[in-house]
């Protein structure tokens, strides 16, 4: 079970690392395999419907939206926690609101995330 204390580090850790540009930080809190889900995946051409798997592919798509977005910054708002979930709502691109679901493994790793966006 994640803590409310657990949920707000990881949200920490995970702004900072986007608001840094740093990409290797930011993986670290995913297992090889996990799986992103995102429209925006779907807005650069990439992944079947929406869905990337493992690092590599992750790594490659986040890479290419760092370079789109230079100014990239995200905002956090609020922080919210289940049993194994967490959801980061934030200010992301260009002032929009998106909110991230990610799903934690017994390691405390995330297996599978995705972005909401309005």
Known sequence: MITREQALQFAD????AWND????AVLTHYTDDFEMSSPVMLQMGLGINGTLKG???VRDYWQQAMKKYPDLH???IEV???IDTVVIYYTSIAGKKA???FFFNEEGKVYRAMGHYN
């Open 21 to 24: 540009h740093d990409l290797e």
């Open 99 to 101: 909110a991230e679901l």
């Open 80 to 82: 919210l926690s289940c």
């Open 74 to 76: 995200f905002g956090l």
């Open 55 to 57: 690092k590599d592919k």
């Open 13 to 16: 850790e995970w702004v900072s």
